[in-house]
Protein backbone atom coordinates (compact mmCIF):
# COMPACT_ATOMS: atom_id res chain seq x y z
CA UNK A 1 0.00 0.00 0.00
CA UNK A 2 1.42 3.46 -0.71
CA UNK A 3 2.19 6.13 1.73
CA UNK A 4 3.44 9.50 1.63
CA UNK A 5 2.88 12.60 0.11
CA UNK A 6 0.04 12.59 -2.75
CA UNK A 7 1.18 10.42 -5.76
CA UNK A 8 -0.17 12.63 -9.40
CA UNK A 9 -0.81 10.51 -12.23
CA UNK A 10 -1.89 11.52 -15.31
CA UNK A 11 -5.19 8.69 -16.38
CA UNK A 12 -4.48 8.59 -20.28
CA UNK A 13 -7.50 6.68 -20.77
CA UNK A 14 -9.86 9.40 -19.93
CA UNK A 15 -7.96 12.76 -19.23
CA UNK A 16 -8.67 13.07 -15.16
CA UNK A 17 -5.72 13.62 -12.94
CA UNK A 18 -6.07 10.81 -10.64
CA UNK A 19 -4.32 10.48 -6.73
CA UNK A 20 -3.35 8.70 -3.88
CA UNK A 21 -6.31 9.23 -1.33
CA UNK A 22 -3.20 8.42 1.28
CA UNK A 23 -2.10 11.85 1.39
CA UNK A 24 0.46 12.90 4.34
CA UNK A 25 -3.04 13.94 6.11
CA UNK A 26 -4.59 10.38 5.47
CA UNK A 27 -4.84 8.02 8.14
CA UNK A 28 -4.91 4.34 6.79
CA UNK A 29 -7.95 4.11 8.01
CA UNK A 30 -9.11 6.24 4.81
CA UNK A 31 -7.85 3.55 2.31
CA UNK A 32 -9.22 0.22 3.76
CA UNK A 33 -12.86 0.31 2.07
CA UNK A 34 -14.65 0.23 5.37
CA UNK A 35 -16.86 3.06 7.35
CA UNK A 36 -14.96 3.26 10.42
CA UNK A 37 -13.33 6.08 13.25
CA UNK A 38 -14.89 9.03 12.91
CA UNK A 39 -15.78 8.84 8.77
CA UNK A 40 -19.17 10.04 7.47
CA UNK A 41 -19.21 7.55 4.55
CA UNK A 42 -16.73 4.57 3.17
CA UNK A 43 -13.25 6.15 3.37
CA UNK A 44 -14.35 9.50 3.38
CA UNK A 45 -15.15 12.62 5.61
CA UNK A 46 -14.47 13.48 9.22
CA UNK A 47 -10.37 13.16 9.06
CA UNK A 48 -10.66 11.70 5.29
CA UNK A 49 -11.60 13.48 2.30
CA UNK A 50 -14.74 14.54 1.51
CA UNK A 51 -17.69 12.02 0.83
CA UNK A 52 -19.99 12.25 -2.36
CA UNK A 53 -22.14 14.92 -2.19
CA UNK A 54 -19.96 17.41 -0.07
CA UNK A 55 -19.15 20.90 -2.34
CA UNK A 56 -15.50 21.20 -3.82
CA UNK A 57 -14.04 22.63 -6.45
CA UNK A 58 -10.94 19.97 -7.37
CA UNK A 59 -10.94 16.76 -7.84
CA UNK A 60 -8.39 16.24 -4.94
CA UNK A 61 -10.22 17.23 -2.51
CA UNK A 62 -12.54 14.48 -2.65
CA UNK A 63 -12.36 10.90 -1.68
CA UNK A 64 -13.34 9.44 -4.94
CA UNK A 65 -11.21 12.11 -6.67
CA UNK A 66 -13.76 12.99 -8.78
CA UNK A 67 -15.26 16.79 -8.19
CA UNK A 68 -18.05 17.21 -11.01
CA UNK A 69 -20.35 20.54 -11.27
CA UNK A 70 -18.86 21.71 -8.08
CA UNK A 71 -19.78 18.53 -6.12
CA UNK A 72 -17.60 15.09 -4.82
CA UNK A 73 -18.98 11.96 -7.13
CA UNK A 74 -18.69 8.66 -6.90
CA UNK A 75 -15.50 7.40 -9.27
CA UNK A 76 -15.87 6.44 -13.12
CA UNK A 77 -13.53 6.06 -16.14
CA UNK A 78 -13.06 3.59 -14.87
CA UNK A 79 -15.25 2.05 -14.09
CA UNK A 80 -15.67 2.19 -18.30
CA UNK A 81 -18.16 0.36 -20.14
CA UNK A 82 -16.29 -2.97 -22.05
CA UNK A 83 -17.65 -4.67 -24.45
CA UNK A 84 -19.77 -7.45 -24.80
CA UNK A 85 -20.67 -10.33 -26.94
CA UNK A 86 -23.22 -10.11 -29.95
CA UNK A 87 -26.87 -10.60 -29.98
CA UNK A 88 -28.12 -13.33 -32.05
CA UNK A 89 -29.61 -10.50 -34.47
CA UNK A 90 -29.75 -6.65 -34.55
CA UNK A 91 -32.70 -5.75 -32.30
CA UNK A 92 -33.88 -2.00 -32.12
CA UNK A 93 -36.39 -1.88 -29.44
CA UNK A 94 -35.43 -4.43 -27.22
CA UNK A 95 -35.94 -4.51 -23.68
CA UNK A 96 -34.20 -6.63 -21.32
CA UNK A 97 -34.15 -8.21 -17.56
CA UNK A 98 -32.53 -10.20 -15.45
CA UNK A 99 -33.21 -13.54 -14.74
CA UNK A 100 -34.09 -15.10 -10.97
CA UNK A 101 -30.25 -16.79 -12.02
CA UNK A 102 -28.43 -13.55 -13.16
CA UNK A 103 -29.21 -13.84 -16.76
CA UNK A 104 -29.45 -11.13 -18.83
CA UNK A 105 -32.45 -11.83 -21.19
CA UNK A 106 -32.63 -9.54 -24.46
CA UNK A 107 -36.19 -9.48 -25.90
CA UNK A 108 -37.96 -8.58 -28.86
CA UNK A 109 -37.24 -5.62 -30.76
CA UNK A 110 -36.70 -4.93 -34.52
CA UNK A 111 -34.38 -6.19 -36.63
CA UNK A 112 -33.44 -5.57 -40.81
CA UNK A 113 -36.93 -7.66 -41.24
CA UNK A 114 -39.53 -6.48 -39.11
CA UNK A 115 -40.31 -7.35 -35.30
CA UNK A 116 -39.03 -10.16 -33.28
CA UNK A 117 -40.21 -12.40 -30.89
CA UNK A 118 -36.94 -14.30 -30.14
CA UNK A 119 -35.49 -14.11 -27.28
CA UNK A 120 -31.44 -13.93 -26.23
CA UNK A 121 -30.02 -15.19 -23.23
CA UNK A 122 -26.64 -14.86 -21.46
CA UNK A 123 -26.22 -17.23 -18.32
CA UNK A 124 -24.04 -16.27 -15.51
CA UNK A 125 -20.29 -17.21 -16.56
CA UNK A 126 -21.21 -17.65 -20.38
CA UNK A 127 -19.16 -16.61 -23.21
CA UNK A 128 -21.97 -16.56 -25.82
CA UNK A 129 -25.94 -15.73 -26.00
CA UNK A 130 -27.90 -18.45 -26.16
CA UNK A 131 -31.45 -18.47 -27.82
CA UNK A 132 -34.15 -18.78 -25.30
CA UNK A 133 -37.68 -19.28 -25.58
CA UNK A 134 -39.63 -17.47 -28.47
CA UNK A 135 -42.87 -14.75 -27.10
CA UNK A 136 -46.14 -15.49 -28.82
CA UNK A 137 -46.04 -11.95 -30.28
CA UNK A 138 -43.01 -9.62 -31.50
CA UNK A 139 -42.77 -6.79 -29.46
CA UNK A 140 -40.22 -2.96 -29.69
CA UNK A 141 -40.25 -0.30 -26.96
CA UNK A 142 -42.17 -2.45 -25.19
CA UNK A 143 -42.31 -3.26 -20.91
CA UNK A 144 -40.69 -5.84 -19.67
CA UNK A 145 -39.84 -7.21 -15.91
CA UNK A 146 -39.34 -9.56 -13.68
CA UNK A 147 -41.58 -10.01 -10.72
CA UNK A 148 -40.99 -12.92 -8.30
CA UNK A 149 -39.08 -15.02 -10.80
CA UNK A 150 -41.53 -14.88 -13.90
CA UNK A 151 -40.66 -12.84 -16.50
CA UNK A 152 -43.68 -10.46 -18.43
CA UNK A 153 -43.97 -8.80 -21.58
CA UNK A 154 -46.79 -6.31 -22.49
CA UNK A 155 -47.64 -3.93 -24.97
CA UNK A 156 -46.63 -2.36 -28.55
CA UNK A 157 -45.84 -4.15 -31.75
CA UNK A 158 -48.32 -6.43 -33.59
CA UNK A 159 -50.97 -7.07 -30.75
CA UNK A 160 -50.71 -3.60 -28.15
CA UNK A 161 -52.90 -4.80 -25.45
CA UNK A 162 -51.33 -8.17 -24.79
CA UNK A 163 -49.13 -9.18 -21.71
CA UNK A 164 -47.39 -12.68 -21.69
CA UNK A 165 -45.23 -14.79 -19.30
CA UNK A 166 -42.49 -16.47 -19.27
CA UNK A 167 -43.02 -19.65 -17.43
CA UNK A 168 -40.91 -22.61 -19.25
CA UNK A 169 -42.64 -21.15 -22.28
CA UNK A 170 -44.38 -18.09 -23.12
CA UNK A 171 -48.10 -17.62 -22.07
CA UNK A 172 -51.02 -15.33 -22.47
CA UNK A 173 -51.77 -13.13 -19.51
CA UNK A 174 -54.72 -10.77 -19.22
CA UNK A 175 -55.17 -8.03 -22.16
CA UNK A 176 -54.82 -4.68 -20.65
CA UNK A 177 -57.82 -2.64 -21.58
CA UNK A 178 -56.33 -0.19 -23.73
CA UNK A 179 -52.87 -1.31 -26.41
CA UNK A 180 -49.75 0.61 -25.41
CA UNK A 181 -46.59 1.65 -27.41
CA UNK A 182 -43.17 3.13 -26.95
CA UNK A 183 -43.85 2.14 -23.01
CA UNK A 184 -41.42 1.05 -20.19
CA UNK A 185 -42.26 -0.34 -17.04
CA UNK A 186 -41.06 -2.40 -14.22
CA UNK A 187 -41.86 -4.25 -10.99
CA UNK A 188 -43.10 -2.37 -8.00
CA UNK A 189 -42.21 -2.49 -4.22
CA UNK A 190 -45.95 -4.13 -3.93
CA UNK A 191 -44.86 -7.45 -6.23
CA UNK A 192 -47.23 -5.68 -9.20
CA UNK A 193 -46.09 -4.31 -12.57
CA UNK A 194 -46.31 -0.82 -13.47
CA UNK A 195 -46.23 0.42 -17.06
CA UNK A 196 -45.96 3.78 -17.64
CA UNK A 197 -47.65 5.42 -21.26
CA UNK A 198 -48.12 8.62 -21.71
CA UNK A 199 -51.14 9.90 -19.77
CA UNK A 200 -51.57 7.00 -17.64
CA UNK A 201 -49.58 4.34 -15.37
CA UNK A 202 -51.06 1.13 -15.92
CA UNK A 203 -50.76 -1.60 -12.91
CA UNK A 204 -51.50 -5.57 -13.38
CA UNK A 205 -51.60 -7.76 -10.29
CA UNK A 206 -50.00 -11.00 -11.09
CA UNK A 207 -52.07 -12.65 -8.20
CA UNK A 208 -55.72 -11.75 -9.49
CA UNK A 209 -54.35 -11.51 -13.67
CA UNK A 210 -56.34 -8.22 -13.74
CA UNK A 211 -55.42 -4.60 -14.54
CA UNK A 212 -55.66 -1.19 -13.20
CA UNK A 213 -54.96 2.55 -14.11
CA UNK A 214 -53.75 5.28 -11.85
CA UNK A 215 -52.51 8.57 -12.87
CA UNK A 216 -49.43 9.09 -15.21
CA UNK A 217 -46.66 11.41 -14.90
CA UNK A 218 -46.93 14.96 -14.12
CA UNK A 219 -46.18 15.36 -18.10
CA UNK A 220 -47.99 13.39 -20.49
CA UNK A 221 -44.93 11.28 -22.51
CA UNK A 222 -43.99 8.09 -24.37
CA UNK A 223 -40.48 6.66 -25.69
CA UNK A 224 -39.47 6.96 -21.99
CA UNK A 225 -36.85 4.83 -19.75
CA UNK A 226 -38.45 3.89 -16.03
CA UNK A 227 -36.59 1.90 -13.26
CA UNK A 228 -37.41 1.58 -9.57
CA UNK A 229 -35.19 2.96 -7.00
CA UNK A 230 -33.75 1.82 -3.56
CA UNK A 231 -36.02 4.01 -2.04
CA UNK A 232 -39.25 2.22 -3.72
CA UNK A 233 -40.08 4.47 -5.99
CA UNK A 234 -40.71 4.53 -9.80
CA UNK A 235 -39.04 7.15 -11.77
CA UNK A 236 -40.27 7.94 -15.40
CA UNK A 237 -37.37 9.59 -17.52
CA UNK A 238 -37.15 11.53 -20.25
CA UNK A 239 -39.06 11.17 -22.71
CA UNK A 240 -41.13 12.65 -26.02
CA UNK A 241 -43.66 15.29 -25.20
CA UNK A 242 -44.82 17.45 -27.81
CA UNK A 243 -42.80 15.80 -30.43
CA UNK A 244 -39.73 16.88 -28.66
CA UNK A 245 -37.50 15.03 -26.21
CA UNK A 246 -37.81 16.20 -22.06
CA UNK A 247 -35.49 16.50 -19.69
CA UNK A 248 -38.73 15.71 -16.88
CA UNK A 249 -37.89 13.46 -14.38
CA UNK A 250 -40.94 12.01 -12.19
CA UNK A 251 -41.40 9.63 -9.29
CA UNK A 252 -44.04 7.72 -7.67
CA UNK A 253 -44.59 6.56 -4.30
CA UNK A 254 -46.68 3.65 -4.59
CA UNK A 255 -48.52 3.28 -1.50
CA UNK A 256 -49.57 7.34 -1.38
CA UNK A 257 -50.18 7.42 -5.24
CA UNK A 258 -48.30 10.64 -5.62
CA UNK A 259 -45.96 11.91 -8.02
CA UNK A 260 -43.14 14.50 -7.60
CA UNK A 261 -40.77 16.34 -9.96
CA UNK A 262 -36.99 15.28 -9.91
CA UNK A 263 -34.12 16.99 -10.80
CA UNK A 264 -33.66 17.19 -14.60
CA UNK A 265 -31.71 15.40 -16.50
CA UNK A 266 -28.86 17.91 -17.71
CA UNK A 267 -29.99 16.86 -21.98
CA UNK A 268 -33.43 16.63 -23.46
CA UNK A 269 -33.50 12.82 -24.58
CA UNK A 270 -36.04 10.24 -25.93
CA UNK A 271 -35.48 6.53 -25.82
CA UNK A 272 -32.60 6.72 -22.90
CA UNK A 273 -32.13 2.94 -20.98
CA UNK A 274 -33.00 2.89 -17.72
CA UNK A 275 -32.18 0.47 -14.92
CA UNK A 276 -30.92 0.76 -10.66
CA UNK A 277 -27.74 -0.43 -10.08
CA UNK A 278 -26.10 -2.28 -7.51
CA UNK A 279 -24.48 1.17 -6.41
CA UNK A 280 -27.87 2.95 -5.52
CA UNK A 281 -27.96 4.87 -8.82
CA UNK A 282 -30.10 4.58 -11.06
CA UNK A 283 -28.66 5.17 -14.82
CA UNK A 284 -29.78 6.36 -17.60
CA UNK A 285 -27.76 5.36 -20.95
CA UNK A 286 -27.63 6.63 -24.18
CA UNK A 287 -30.61 7.94 -26.18
CA UNK A 288 -31.81 10.28 -28.93
CA UNK A 289 -31.21 13.74 -28.53
CA UNK A 290 -31.58 16.80 -30.81
CA UNK A 291 -30.63 17.06 -34.18
CA UNK A 292 -32.26 13.91 -34.44
CA UNK A 293 -28.72 11.99 -33.37
CA UNK A 294 -27.89 9.33 -30.50
CA UNK A 295 -25.48 10.08 -27.91
CA UNK A 296 -23.07 7.42 -26.02
CA UNK A 297 -24.11 9.27 -22.79
CA UNK A 298 -24.74 8.28 -19.74
CA UNK A 299 -25.86 10.05 -16.26
CA UNK A 300 -26.09 8.60 -13.18
CA UNK A 301 -29.10 9.23 -10.44
CA UNK A 302 -28.67 9.73 -6.63
CA UNK A 303 -31.94 9.85 -4.97
CA UNK A 304 -31.22 10.38 -1.44
CA UNK A 305 -29.17 13.60 -3.37
CA UNK A 306 -31.75 14.13 -5.84
CA UNK A 307 -29.01 14.81 -8.56
CA UNK A 308 -27.35 13.56 -11.56
CA UNK A 309 -23.90 12.95 -12.59
CA UNK A 310 -22.32 12.07 -15.73
CA UNK A 311 -20.38 8.74 -15.58
CA UNK A 312 -18.12 6.64 -17.93
CA UNK A 313 -19.83 7.26 -21.82
CA UNK A 314 -20.51 3.97 -23.20
CA UNK A 315 -18.33 3.05 -26.72
CA UNK A 316 -20.46 3.34 -28.97
CA UNK A 317 -23.78 5.78 -29.11
CA UNK A 318 -27.14 3.88 -29.15
CA UNK A 319 -30.93 4.20 -28.62
CA UNK A 320 -33.56 1.75 -28.31
CA UNK A 321 -30.68 -0.65 -26.42
CA UNK A 322 -32.40 -2.87 -23.38
CA UNK A 323 -30.67 -2.52 -20.00
CA UNK A 324 -30.48 -5.20 -17.24
CA UNK A 325 -27.89 -6.13 -14.72
CA UNK A 326 -25.93 -9.84 -14.95
CA UNK A 327 -25.83 -12.06 -12.21
CA UNK A 328 -22.35 -9.96 -10.71
CA UNK A 329 -24.44 -6.86 -11.21
CA UNK A 330 -23.01 -5.09 -14.19
CA UNK A 331 -25.05 -3.02 -16.29
CA UNK A 332 -25.98 -4.93 -19.69
CA UNK A 333 -26.59 -2.36 -22.53
CA UNK A 334 -28.12 -4.64 -25.60
CA UNK A 335 -28.72 -3.56 -28.81
CA UNK A 336 -30.76 -0.39 -30.19
CA UNK A 337 -29.34 1.45 -32.97
CA UNK A 338 -27.07 4.73 -33.82
CA UNK A 339 -28.13 7.44 -36.46
CA UNK A 340 -27.21 5.00 -39.33
CA UNK A 341 -28.14 1.14 -38.28
CA UNK A 342 -29.66 -1.31 -35.79
CA UNK A 343 -27.11 -2.52 -33.70
CA UNK A 344 -26.32 -6.25 -32.27
CA UNK A 345 -23.74 -5.25 -30.07
CA UNK A 346 -23.59 -4.82 -26.38
CA UNK A 347 -21.68 -3.31 -23.26
CA UNK A 348 -20.88 -3.76 -19.63
CA UNK A 349 -20.51 -1.68 -16.80
CA UNK A 350 -19.41 -2.18 -12.99
CA UNK A 351 -15.98 -3.92 -12.11
CA UNK A 352 -15.40 -7.45 -13.00
CA UNK A 353 -13.95 -9.91 -11.09
CA UNK A 354 -12.67 -13.70 -11.47
CA UNK A 355 -11.69 -16.43 -9.20
CA UNK A 356 -8.90 -18.54 -9.60
CA UNK A 357 -11.26 -21.86 -8.55
CA UNK A 358 -15.12 -21.34 -8.66
CA UNK A 359 -14.92 -24.11 -6.54
CA UNK A 360 -12.60 -24.27 -3.40
CA UNK A 361 -12.04 -25.92 0.06
CA UNK A 362 -11.65 -24.76 3.59
CA UNK A 363 -8.08 -23.51 3.88
CA UNK A 364 -7.38 -23.45 -0.29
CA UNK A 365 -5.77 -20.53 -1.27
CA UNK A 366 -7.81 -18.53 -4.21
CA UNK A 367 -6.27 -15.14 -6.25
CA UNK A 368 -8.85 -12.99 -7.24
CA UNK A 369 -8.30 -10.81 -10.29
CA UNK A 370 -10.05 -7.33 -10.25
CA UNK A 371 -10.63 -5.36 -13.44
CA UNK A 372 -12.31 -2.15 -14.07
CA UNK A 373 -12.68 -0.93 -10.82
CA UNK A 374 -11.53 2.80 -9.91
CA UNK A 375 -8.17 3.95 -10.11
CA UNK A 376 -5.90 3.91 -6.74
CA UNK A 377 -8.75 2.56 -4.68
CA UNK A 378 -9.06 -0.10 -1.96
CA UNK A 379 -10.73 -2.99 -2.56
CA UNK A 380 -12.30 -4.44 -0.08
CA UNK A 381 -13.53 -8.53 -0.58
CA UNK A 382 -15.85 -10.29 2.04
CA UNK A 383 -17.50 -13.92 1.83
CA UNK A 384 -20.76 -13.83 2.98
CA UNK A 385 -20.52 -10.23 4.24
CA UNK A 386 -17.34 -11.43 6.43
CA UNK A 387 -13.87 -9.30 5.31
CA UNK A 388 -11.16 -12.03 3.55
CA UNK A 389 -8.88 -9.93 1.60
CA UNK A 390 -7.92 -6.02 0.58
CA UNK A 391 -6.04 -4.56 -1.74
CA UNK A 392 -5.00 -1.65 -3.65
CA UNK A 393 -6.11 -1.12 -7.93
CA UNK A 394 -3.04 0.66 -10.13
CA UNK A 395 -3.60 3.17 -11.93
CA UNK A 396 -6.38 1.57 -14.52
CA UNK A 397 -8.35 -0.07 -11.77
CA UNK A 398 -7.05 -3.48 -11.85
CA UNK A 399 -5.56 -5.66 -9.06
CA UNK A 400 -4.82 -8.88 -7.81
CA UNK A 401 -5.30 -10.01 -4.44
CA UNK A 402 -5.97 -13.81 -2.65
CA UNK A 403 -7.81 -14.79 0.47
CA UNK A 404 -7.78 -18.50 2.07
CA UNK A 405 -11.15 -19.99 2.10
CA UNK A 406 -12.45 -19.85 5.85
CA UNK A 407 -14.10 -22.86 7.16
CA UNK A 408 -17.74 -22.64 5.91
CA UNK A 409 -20.30 -25.38 5.26
CA UNK A 410 -19.97 -26.94 1.42
CA UNK A 411 -22.39 -25.28 -0.79
CA UNK A 412 -22.34 -22.06 -2.66
CA UNK A 413 -21.30 -18.80 -0.44
CA UNK A 414 -21.12 -15.07 -2.08
CA UNK A 415 -17.80 -13.31 -2.75
CA UNK A 416 -18.03 -9.68 -2.84
CA UNK A 417 -15.99 -6.34 -4.11
CA UNK A 418 -16.12 -3.03 -3.51
CA UNK A 419 -13.81 -0.04 -4.01
CA UNK A 420 -13.84 2.54 -2.08
CA UNK A 421 -13.59 5.33 -4.96
CA UNK A 422 -16.43 3.79 -7.13
CA UNK A 423 -18.39 2.03 -4.43
CA UNK A 424 -19.74 -0.04 -7.04
CA UNK A 425 -20.33 -3.57 -5.62
CA UNK A 426 -19.77 -7.16 -7.51
CA UNK A 427 -20.64 -10.41 -6.14
CA UNK A 428 -19.96 -13.91 -7.59
CA UNK A 429 -20.07 -17.24 -6.13
CA UNK A 430 -17.48 -19.35 -4.36
CA UNK A 431 -19.23 -23.39 -4.23
CA UNK A 432 -17.03 -24.64 -1.22
CA UNK A 433 -16.69 -28.43 -1.13
Same mark, same amino acid.
Given at each position: ?173 ? $? ?25 ? $? ?144 ? $? ?72 ? $? ?11
Amino acid at each position: MRVGAFVLLVVCACGRIGFDPLGADQPPSCMNAIRDTDEQGVDCGGTCLLCPGAACSIDVECASGYCVGGFCELATAPPFWLPGPDLSTVRQGARAATGSAGEVYVIGGRDNSGLVATVDILAPGAAAFAPGPTMINGRENHAVANIAGTIYAFGSGAVPDALEALVGTWQPRA $SAPVGHGWIDGVAGPDGNFYVSDIYDL $SVYTPGTDSWSVVPGPMDGRDQIGVARGTDGLIYVIAGRTDQTGSVFVDAYEVPTNVWSRRAPLPEARVYASAVAAPDGRIYAIGGGVAGGATTARVVAYTPERDRWAEVARLGSEREQGGAALDAKGRIYMCGGMNQTARLSSTE $SYGPDMTLSAAQASPGATVTVSHENFAADAAVLITIDGVQVASGVTSFDGTATTSFVVPPLAAGPHEVRAIDNR $SQYPITVVLDVQ
